[in-house]
């Protein structure tokens, strides 16, 4: 099985103006001031405070990081294995290295991304990733080594930020939010005036012992979690797409949802919020993909209850050779957060018939559990 993907990106000069008095550290003069008044940088300590937690199970991760003081020496330090993904122009890094090295974590498909710095990290770290449309693409933890810290993607500590990750690591379901990446104006911070605004949202695992200030989940029930669920995946249907769904009553709540007829023990297709095909055998999706092959096709799949299998029970329809046309990219996780508790902990389970396609679905995924809330799990051969 392949290793976990942990990005890393350290701001090497974060919270470089906290400890002079100047409430911030962006921009080229105001760390030249910050140097001239002493200030040494703390990014570095701090995300080697994080990542010490993850010494313990180094074996089960690799480390994806950008060269010298952007992470590759926290990694040094600290004897875990990595890979380099960038290597900076210059030696005094600025935030374009930031936006750059997240391109470079998408590349690479990280799991989780550690990024330690301030709000001006996060805002740059958001900017990256909505800039590649990729916002829903990874998973983040803050390291808070800024001045500012008012996001709410930053854990409370360094410590528990690394405590976290070791648990996700380490196969802990953990349900997924939406948190403000927020920002005030330094100039008018330092004049005694905070002007606060919010640039965005980026996704951070919900737990209120090691996240700061997250926002709350709604109480579950389970019909209203399916409803929940399927009013998110039709939110998201995007014009001219093949949705293949099915087959449960998780996917069925979404033909509810849409006002169409559905096969609850088979798949079947949805364009433009329109049924296109009912209750298809492998050959009729083969054949739907041909039809259509112009455009970008979709798995819709949910998690058998107890059992925890993906692929290869009551959907088999959904072929090794459907799955591999459609992308393993294009695959939406649905379940329950209950269903996903009732598994105490253990992986999710595929049994397409083709080992090697086994193989490249296992992993962390991210499993839509209610109205735009999400866990990342494992899934396992």
């Known amino acids: 099985m392949s290793l976990f993907k942990l990005g890393l990106i350290v701001n090497p000069v974060a919270g470089i103006g906290g400890r002079v008095g100047l409430k911030g550290s962006d921009g080229k ?23 010490q937690s993850l010494v313990a199970c180094k074996g089960l991760f690799e480390v994806f990081t950008i060269a010298g003081a952007m992470g590759q020496q926290v990694a040094q330090q600290l004897n875990l294995p990595y890979q380099l ?9 600025e935030a374009s290295d ?9 590349k690479a498909e990280v799991d989780l991304l550690l990024f ?4 001006g990290t996060a805002r740059d770290v958001y900017k990256a990733l909505a800039e590649c449309h990729a916002l829903e693409s990874v998973s983040v933890i803050g390291i808070p080594a800024g001045c500012k810290i ?19 690591i380490q196969g802990q379901a953990v349900r997924l939010v939406e948190a403000d990446v927020m920002d005030i104006d330094e100039v008018a911070f330092r004049q005694g005036v905070v002007k606060a605004r919010r640039y965005g ?22 019909s209203l979690a399916l ?32 006002g169409l007829e559905n096969s609850l023990l088979g798949i079947d297709l949805v364009i433009n919020h329109q049924l296109i095909g009912s209750d298809l055998t492998e ?88 109205y735009d809330e999400y866990m990342l799990y494992k899934i396992s051969i």
């Open 29 to 51: 003069a105001i760390r030249e001031t910050a140097f001239e008044r002493g200030a040494s940088a703390l990014a570095a300590e701090r995300s080697a405070q994080a990542l």
């Open 85 to 93: 993904l960038l290597q900076p122009a210059t030696e005094q890094t």
């Open 98 to 106: 930031t936006r750059q090295a997240v391109e470079e974590m998408l």
């Open 116 to 119: 330690a710095g301030g709000d």
């Open 150 to 168: 008012h996001s709410s993607v930053y854990a409370v500590s360094p410590r528990h930020a690394g405590e976290l990750a070791a648990a996700i």
């Open 201 to 222: 949202g980026l996704w951070v695992p919900q737990d209120n012992q090691h996240m700061q200030g997250l926002k709350q989940g709604a109480i579950e029930h389970s």
């Open 227 to 258: 409803q929940n669920m399927a009013l998110t995946v039709i939110e998201q249907m995007q014009p001219d797409v093949l949705y293949f769904v099915g087959s449960g009553s998780t996917p069925a709540a979404i033909m509810q949802e849409l």
């Open 283 to 370: 050959q009729q999706i083969l054949n739907y993909l041909d039809q259509y092959s112009a455009l970008e096709a979709r798995i819709i799949v949910t998690v058998i209850g107890g059992q925890g299998i993906v692929f290869g029970r009551g959907n088999q329809q959904l072929s090794p050779e459907v799955i591999r046309r459609i992308g393993l990219k294009n695959i939406d996780y649905l379940a329950t957060a209950e269903k996903i508790r009732q598994l105490e902990g253990r992986a999710l389970r595929l049994d397409t018939g083709d080992e090697a396609l086994n193989a490249e679905l296992s992993g962390m995924v991210r499993i839509l559990t209610g």
